[in-house]
């Protein structure tokens, strides 16, 4: 046998840490959802109440719905983008791609407040201006109904189908339409029939992902669809939690969202390791972009009428509001105030305590979250330990959880005494982490996939010891790709309200629930406010990020 | 009629209440000052009163922090519970709308017990609120229908709860939530005594745009989405006061009137703080931010506002505690039933 | 005592063996070569030497010292050795200079000193004014010496190179093989280097391990693994040649369609049996007329089936008469037959190989 390397120990203690974030909530939300509240007792009286009323059925059967509206709008929005944009000769593709980046920044519910600003159907702004011109009675949009919910989720949801999508059209080669052209077939024809089945599983898996979003979102589901009058699986879970709360049957009424994460993220990696589409779309010929003609504008006035639905409208409403007195007075110098900055960032010391609080938790869980998947990463390439591979699957693993019951898995084990987390930082920066370790763990993997193991090797030949080779070659080298995987954690974390909800305490609270409180009471004039100050907060940090790696970080496939 | 019992109850346990713990207030502020902050979980007010409420009390005991927590009665409630839970007190003095609140509260423990000296000068109507001297009044205001004076005249405005049923306001009424507003949770048990669920029903095929607190259906009408909405008096003819074209009308059957009480908590981690707090709240100078705001009066010293009907001017109704106790979280059931959510 | 020994070396994945058996002692300064085609166990045990894996039988010493053993394993920072890697693994974030050091200063040798030892050794392998610059501003050849200087520097023990030169093209291949030879006789360094390419090999090592399936064929000089191969695969791996079967008979060795006097051969085994010849298309010599005395030597008539002129030789595909076989042979420039012609070969019993069984 070897001598023990002393560094087993580390990267043994490490993996412990990575069950202890993970595997410990979802073993004790489990455990929960057979427990009866008081007695602890085994009892499947939890599930029974759970799917007892038709009102929690109904719930649960909304949220599928809009899982599959969601899916195929987005669908309608994200291919023809990508399409456009790597495969055709369409103008202001640089703008397009902003404006979809300007989508995968905005969070979905200061999108929704948006909206409703823009469609509330009596006084919202694109309303009024029908109303106006038609001299209609009503409005002719109605955000609060399922249809707004579908639209609003799916503007910005478009944007991991676009980057799926536009990942594998990059790398399908121009022969491929070539030879379908040579044949005869025009630009649609071929486009329908040969390249985009090329690209099918990258679609799918973009999709899955997308309904996955859907099912697990709870701002914009809150804000709409409560005045809209119906119910979805995200509420259905925050109302088990107003009082008395019920964290069993919680739990309870979690597991069938949980299933279906886990059997829809089994089918995308099933269909998007067929070898057979790899072979086909490898490193084939040169990418020539077809020809439009007159209808580049035609595409090119789609996209933009995208990115103004998702970024350009909701953004003007707001900024209105942010600089109202009233926002439903309009525009007009009298109505023009700076007050609701003032009050946000001088008086309101909730407010300026939520700003600092997500941004620093956010930091936190990024380091976190690169730290340990880089360690996990280095782990399971260079097959430290017997079980490595099982541990790459463990660090994987919460991308099949919603937000929503993570974190009621983390209250469940974590709120309460021995280790009494409740309303405390902690809590909120460790789920934030196991939320967003997938993703970290996925762009270290493929980092240390292609990091050339020789690399290491060549220290230690020259008697360097392995940690000297992280320390020096390894980490410097991975610099880059890790700036941009800590980027993709921190966007995400600065926004998170699903998890958040559960878990903030009086003092911890963080934006986007400070965000969800203000909407409460109708005051969208120091929401809007707050809501442009994230904005410009988040815009400033992806610009540094922009200037440290360079242009492609985001444009080119993160996830 | 309350207003008689209220007075006898008044001089008939003038004298009998068991004295709980009494201390000077110079002594008191000294205590809390060394405390240094009060935490307030609060609902019976909007955001901006609640604030104001902070600064004025900061201004007069410039050592004490006060971290306001506002948020709606449902939540407020749900954060205490489960603070208490968990067993990690950060609330010493709360103050929602739902009575019933108070009561659980109370059986379980864990409200504190303490006579506050400025209780004495509140008003009769307010004395001698909770016997056992847990929990004190310190807001009031009414639930009454609001309308937007631009889309409807004073002559086309519904004037009763029941009128709000028609089906000609269908598409045209705001409405709050009760799992979330104290309000809300009244004004349906009320509405449910007089006109049984049946109400709801047909209320519910009109439509209305419902939000979560109630303080947002006055936004709702000042932006013009609804017409007519089912308003707290405070925030309504405060908003008429920044010139909003809202008005408010006193419905047949009588406003709700709600009564918001406050209380320390058993388990406050601030004792003195919280309690130096309840007497601020009970106090002249929260009066002046009450009044301000457009709340009733609770003290014979801080008149009302030019131009402000008093809850003593109309017809009102004011649920006794047991009816809200057993009445909010049933009809709450019934309401997301019927609503959808 | 040799300087570097493997002694029954042997290493299994799982079912599969890499290496079986693998026994070899390199003297001080030696260039030995591991040559044989992908798969043959080669880099395994290259890295076996170097102490990345672990033998799973056998054991590995320098200088009389254990360094592997199922049971123990030196790691390779402390085996005092260096490796040039096939993707030569130069640090991009770090300059020339800062590459050639590292060794250096893992071994805290004074900053003064580290300077002086990395220009001369830069200078040695004709990169002198180079130190300054990046991987990425280099070529494939310029980052092939870096990867040299790198090693040679520490003055190792011992010398790994696994496939060095498969990534260069073909005239910047042979350049760098004299290269490294001069650098090797210039330093005298004991070196061990895996190739598949037999004129690598050929033009590097005092002694080449041909290998085959993880076991070894032979160990060799070059000149005797190319002229008496002892198997049936090193005479097949290296160069070209032709296999003749035959079997004895009396005194004489029968082939398919011709035959030979057993005289020739006097280390042919007496008695009936098979034999096994192995001749180069090279050794073979083609006449366009019969010979004066056929029973001189060794003749063979054929005619010719196929030509290819290579610029440098002429390749022929010979059927001798009344043979299914084909006999390969290469012929100077000079010496131009048709397809169809018949000719005369000679095959010099001094140029064959007897392949024993």
Redesign the interface.
Known sequence: MRALDPTVLVWLALAAVLIFLVVNPLLRLVLTSFQAADTHAFTVANYIEAYSRPRYIEALRNSLMLGAAVSALTLLFAVPMAWAISRTDMPGKHLIRLGAFGAFVTPPYLGAIGWILLAGPNAGWLNRAWMGLTGAEHGLFDIYSFPGLTFIIAIYSFPYVFIFTSAALEVVSSEMEDAASILGAGVLRTTWKVTLPMVMPAILGGVIVTFLEAIALFGSPALIALPARFNVVTTQLWQFFSYPVKVEVAAAYAMPLLGITVALFWLQSRITRRKGYVALTGKGGARRPIRLGAWRWAMLGYCLLIVSMSVLLPYLALSQAAFARAWGQGVSLANFSLDNFHFILFEHRTAQQSVINSFVYAAWAACLAIGLALAIAYIVTRELLPFAKLLGFVAMAPFVIPGIVLAIGFYAAYAPPPLALYDTAAILVLAFTTRFLPIAYANAAAAMRSFNPEMEEAVRILGGTRLTAIRRVVAPLLKRSLVGAWLLVFIPATRELSAAIFLYGPNTRTMSVMLFDLSEEGNFEHLAALGLLLLVGTVAIVALGYRVIGRDFMVRGGS | MRRTTFGLLAIALLGMTATPARAGLDALAAAASKEGEV?W?VSQT??ATA?AAAHAFTGLYPAIKV??????T??A???L???L????P??DVFSTTDLGQYATLKQHGALAAYAPENARGLSPEFQNFDPDGTYYPTYAGMVVIAYNTKKLTADQAPKSWRALADPMWK?KLSLG?P??SGYVGNWVVELKKLYGWDYFERL?RNDP?????I??????L?????VVAVSPSPSALESID?G?PLAVIYPEEGAILMIAPSAVLASAPHPNAGRLFLEFLLGPAYAEVTVKSRGESLRPDVPALPGFTSFRQVKTVHLPVKDVLDGIPTVTEQW??T??? | MAKLTLDGISRRFGDAVAVDDFTLALEAGEFVSLLGPSGCGKTTTLRMIAGFITPSAGTIEMDGRVLSSPSLSVPPESRRMSMIFQSYAIWPNMTVAQNVGFGLQVRKLPAAEIRRKVDEILDVVRMGELGGRYPAELSGGQQQRVALARAIVIQPEVLLLDEPLSNLDANLREEMRYEIRRLHDAFKITTVYVTHDQAEAMVTSDRIAVMNRGRIEQVDTPFAIYNRPRTRFVAGFIGRTNFLEGTRAGDEIGFAGFAVKAALFPDAPAGGGRVVLAVRPQAIGLARRPPDDANRGWWIEGTVTQRAYLGEVWDYTVAPAGSALTLRVSTPPSVAVEVGEPVWLEIDPAHVALIPS
């Not at chain 2, 971290?67 to 709606?72: A, E, P």
């Not at chain 2, 839970?85 to 990690?88: A, C, G, L, P, Y």
């Not at chain 2, 000042?222 to 609804?226: C, T």
Request: hydrophobic share 25%; net charge neutral.
């Open positions: 935490t979980y909007d955001s604030d971290n306001v927590v506002r948020t709606t449902g939540i409630y749900q954060r519970t489960q603070d839970r968990e067993n990690s950060h609330c598409g939530h799992a979330f519910a745009l419902v939000s979560r607190s303080i947002d259906t006055v936004t709702v000042n932006s013009g989405e609804r920044k909003n997301r039933d609503f959808g959510g």
